[in-house]
């Protein structure tokens, strides 16, 4: 079940889950993991992967076509470094 506060958003490609988190924190720093007052880590960005099929739970205040920018870039860059091997 989807945090409260979060939307889903479905494609379907391969990533690599670590640079796609930096690749986020990049583009909108304040999305990094925090500490609340109580000590307690807050997850702005929570990032799935079942194959070929990604899964993001991001706030519902942003816009999705803010994230598919994102998606779209790090997987051009991906295909990039992976024919320049």
């Known amino acids: 079940m989807i945090e409260e506060g979060k939307k889903e958003l479905v494609y379907t490609k391969e990533v690599s889950p670590g640079k796609l988190y930096e690749e986020i924190y ?3 720093p304040e999305l990094a993991p925090e ?3 109580a000590g307690e880590v807050v997850v702005y960005v929570r990032i799935f992967t ?3 099929t990604l899964k993001l739970w991001v706030p519902e205040e942003y816009d ?3 994230f598919n920018r994102i998606v779209e870039k790090h997987l051009i860059e991906t295909e ?6």
């Open 35 to 37: 500490l609340d007052s």
């Open 26 to 28: 990049a583009s909108a």
């Open 50 to 52: 079942n194959g070929d």
């Open 64 to 66: 999705e076509a803010f």
């Open 80 to 85: 990039i470094k992976e024919g320049d091997e």
